[in-house]
């Protein structure tokens, strides 16, 4: 069968950048709520170079391609929002004492 033409294939081709498609490991979700409730980085630019960093020291052989250790911009952004939206119990316990006029 010749498939010079992608249409006639029985198959889907995927190339090699089809990987940027995949979800972020669980230990960056983690690294990005650790730094925006401990350490209050908000910034995604500040949150990207601290991944980068947490990535080169426990997974050194991670290319910067793979996206499941090197999250896109937009994907931090969402996540950086995901871990803000968490309430601490000091949060809980300020609106309490506002309500209640301390």
């Known amino acids: 069968m010749d498939c010079t033409n992608i249409l006639m294939c029985n198959f889907v081709y995927l190339p090699k950048a089809a990987g940027i498609c995949q979800n972020i490991d669980p230990t960056i979700k983690s690294k990005i709520t650790e730094l925006v409730v401990d350490a209050g980085l908000v910034a995604s630019r ?3 170079t601290m991944l980068a960093h947490h990535v080169r020291q426990v997974e050194p052989g991670v290319e910067p391609t793979n996206r ?4 896109t911009s937009k994907t931090v952004v969402n996540h950086i929002r995901l871990a803000g939206s968490t309430h601490s119990p000091d ?4 609106l309490t004492c506002t309500v209640s006029s301390c």
Do not use: H, M
Not at 68 to 71: L, N
Not at 91 to 94: C, E, G, I, V
């Open 91 to 94: 949060d809980q316990d300020d």
């Open 68 to 71: 499941r250790f090197y999250p």
């Open 46 to 48: 500040d949150v990207k």
